[in-house]
């Protein structure tokens, strides 16, 4: 397969990489100091306003949305996305992605970050003229944010099949009950709509149905937030980390009531329309990561560099220079394979010492959020099982 880019993504690769360059690495440092004090004064989820100052440049420079794939865009792309019209394909996405990975604030200010990203593809690809013109245009001007409400405290969700939230229709509105946890974004003050999965009618009633199958019993349903009976019960730390200003929280739905049509693609469509969100979502986590590793080895290299022990550089010392060797394998296999992108961070921590481990490099951040990713779009375990189903399916194993 050729990964060479087009003159296209080339051309915003490298401005992605001059706007980061330029513009957001000079102020990030701050930002995450700034967060800090916020944190430490208790009002660790305002907004800080550098970011709106960010989103307003990348926007001019025509590094907006890039994420808009080219075969959903549609009429969206000339009038939210990059100069140009149209949306990039996923092999013409993965560089700028990659540039975006190293940098706390990118995918944000870019307007390319989860799950807004994976949110808006849902609205592209399954939502009405209606829901689109209410939900996806703020998105996609950044107005407003957005969460994604599928995980449950009480279940194994990673089998999807499992979640007792329910959505039931009632006459011309749907009703809504149950607990969700890990939802990403419900703590910015401006996330406006969450993504909500649950079955489409009591568990009884389903057993009593043998009708529907059982990827057929649960519907996706568009909640605005402010709906009565919405309750962000608190915010979840990742590992003593609360990602402020996006965060992740325990929601509660009790009798929430909307109209029908905010139901997306139609009564038990969910199971679909998440296996459509997840591929594209899963593939920019990816991308992502490969940056953080090459921001990690950058960071590893000249630190190794610059400090000296015994009388040596720290890179001298010790199996340092084979480390680093190994580290520039492990990213470039990972570029073709998408691994290994963790170890290579855990390295850089190590040659960074106590350091590494503090706030003051943003290493233990990288290395929490890659970890994250080994769960939050579901854990390995479960890709890897598709994987081997597709495998095994070229020679005739059933399901
Ligand atoms: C930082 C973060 C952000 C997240 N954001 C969101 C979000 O925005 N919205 C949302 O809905 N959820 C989100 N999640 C939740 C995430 O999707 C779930 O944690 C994940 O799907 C696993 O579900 P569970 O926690 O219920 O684990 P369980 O289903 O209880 O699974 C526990 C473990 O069992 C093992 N296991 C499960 N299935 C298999 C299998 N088939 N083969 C082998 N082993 C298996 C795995 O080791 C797995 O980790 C997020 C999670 C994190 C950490």
Redesign the pocket.
Known sequence: MDFAPSSRAADLTERTRAFIRDVVEPVEGDYLRDLAEQRRTGDPWRPLPVVEELKAEARARGLWNLWLPKEHAGEYAARFGTDGGEGLTNVDYAPVAEATGGSHLAPLVMNCNA?DTGNMEVLLRYGTDEQRAQWLEPLLAGEIRS??????PD?????ATNMEATAVVHGDEVVINGR?W????VGHPECRIAVFMGLRDTPENLEDDPGIDRHHRHTMVLVPLDTPGVKVERLLP?MGMY?EPIG?GEVSFTDVRVPVSNILSGPGEAFAIAQGRLGPGRIHHCMRLIGLAEMALERACRRGLDRVAFGKPLANLGGNRERIADARIAIEQARLLVLNALQVIDFAMQIHGGGGMSDDHPLAGAWTAAR?LR????????HQ?VVARLELGKYGAKR
Do not use: Q, R
């Open positions: 799950p969460a994604f409400t599928m995980t449950e279940v194994a969700s990673s089998d969700k890990w939802s990403t974004g990742t990602d992740h994250a769960l939050a779009d579901g854990p390995d375990e479960v099982g």
